[in-house]
């Protein structure tokens, strides 16, 4: 199975601008979650979907936004950017097993975010 | 709210010597899971191992393995025989055992094999 894809990789955006980042989960895995890393405030979690429904949001501002199609392929979108979401943002994808239940996320490459 | 507490910024270790990376946790829950992921440079989170809370017994993976003390929220890793290729940071994940896939980091901590 293909992993978890994330487009684009490489990311270059000037403050006040807006930005889409995209994320292909493992084939039947319907949670996706994503988490913005930084040098500083290390691993955090934005927020996850399920079913195409946002079921948690990490303490990030309003700007920050995502959404899950049908196909469970996730899009978070960051507006006005600031020079503080310069960073790493990962996506994970979840298997949904028996009981609704689910252990593992497995993560995406990322994608690099830098805002000048 | 649940954190996770990884003490070590930096270990290192010789080239086929066995480390132990430390991690602490507080939570009030009883069902959750506990994970160590390893990022290396290419910066790809890849996961080592896992653990329910639920089950005595340790995870074990090959050359890793956890030694798990719930009653002490602890939750180390132990790599023996380690590898040029282990070089990288490691973070140590909490989740809750329901109603959400929201993992909890540590700070990381990075290794270093030295040959």
């Known amino acids: 199975k293909a992993g978890v894809t994330q487009t684009p990789r490489y990311l270059i955006k000037t403050r006040g601008q807006q930005v889409t980042l995209s994320c292909s989960p493992i084939s039947g895995h319907r949670s996706v979650s994503w988490y913005q890393q930084t040098p500083g405030q290390g691993l955090q979690f934005l927020f996850e979907y399920f079913s195409e429904t946002q079921r948690n949001k990490g303490n990030f501002p309003g700007r920050f936004s995502g959404r899950q199609f049908s196909n469970s392929r996730s899009e978070m979108n960051v507006s006005t950017l600031e020079l503080g979401d310069s960073a790493l943002y990962l996506c994970?994808?979840?298997?949904?097993?028996?009981?609704?239940?689910?252990?593992?996320?497995?993560f995406g490459p990322g994608t690099r975010l830098l805002v000048l | 709210a649940q954190t996770v507490t990884q003490s070590q910024p930096e270990m290192s270790v010789q080239e086929a010597e066995t480390v132990t990376l430390s991690c602490t946790y507080d939570?009030?829950?009883?069902?959750?899971?506990l994970f160590w992921y390893k990022q290396p440079p290419s910066r790809q989170m890849i996961l080592v191992i896992r653990?329910?809370?639920?089950?005595?017994q340790n995870a074990t993976e090959n050359r890793f393995s956890v030694n798990f003390q719930k009653a002490a929220k602890s939750f180390s890793l132990k790599i023996s025989d380690s590898q040029l290729g282990d070089a990288a940071m490691y973070f140590c994940?909490?989740?809750?055992?329901?109603?959400?896939?929201?993992?909890?980091f540590g700070t990381g901590t990075r290794l270093k094999v030295l040959a």
């Open positions: 939570t009030s829950e009883s069902d959750y899971y």
């Open positions: 653990q329910e809370a639920y089950k005595q």
């Open positions: 994940a909490y989740r809750r055992g329901s109603g959400t896939y929201k993992y909890i």
């Open positions: 994970a994808s979840s298997p949904i097993l028996a009981g609704g239940r689910s252990e593992t996320q497995y």
